[in-house]
C-alpha cells in the first residue's frame, strides 16, 4: 500500500481527499501542524506529497524544497493560485505535477496512479527479469518467455504480470489492478480488468504453461 503524504491547511478539502484516497487503498498522512513538515515527512517516509501552496508560517514552495533537499519522492502541488508564473515556479522548485483547485478527485486520483506508477513501479533495468515456473517476463522487451518459447505483451498484459509476478504468493486484488492499469486518459473498469487477465492466461497458457495464474473469487488472483 502506498503511503501518501498531504499537506493542505483548508480541513474541508484535507477530510475529502483523504476519505478518497483511502477508499483507493491509499494510507494517507494528514498534516495538521505546519511548522515541522519536513521533520514529519522524515518521519512518515511517504511514497507521494500533495502539497498545497498558501499554508501556515511557510509556504508550499519553501517546504518543497526542503523536502528535495533530502528526497526524491513525487510530489503534486495543489493550489487555488492560476498564474502560469505559480506553475512554473512550482516545478522549478521541484514539483511533479500542479493541479489547480477546484479539481476533479478522479483526475487527482488517476494523476497520483501515474506518478507512483512510473516513478516506483516500472523502472527499469536494461537486464530486469522475472522468472516463476521457468517462466520469465523480459521488461525491457515486454515480452514472456518459455521453453524457447516467446510472445510479445500488450501494455497492460505486461503491467498485469510485473505487478502479480512482483508479488509471488501474495494475493494482488482487483482493486489494484485496475488501479494499476488506471491512467489520466483511460478509466479500467471491472469487467477490462477480467477481459485482460484472461488474455495473459491464454498467452501464456499458449506457451504450455496451464494455471499460472489463479483467482481467489472475491480477492484477487496470485501466482503461487
Sequence with gaps: MYKIMLIEDDEKIRKIVAE???????????VSQFDEILTEFEQAQPDLVLLDINLPVFDGYYWCQQIRSVSKVPIIFLSSRTQNMDIIMAINMGGDDFIQKPFDLGILVAKISALLRRKYTYQEDDNLSFTHRSLKLNVTKSTIEFESQSTELSRNEFILLQLMMRNIGKIVSREDMMQALWNEEQFVDDNTLTVNVNRLRRKIAALGLEDFIVTRKGLGYLIE
Excluded at 478518497?20 to 494528514?30: A, D, H, N, P, S
Aim: aromatic share 18%.
Design 20 to 30: 478518497t484516497l483511502k477508499k483507493w487503498q491509499y494510507e494517507v498522512i494528514e
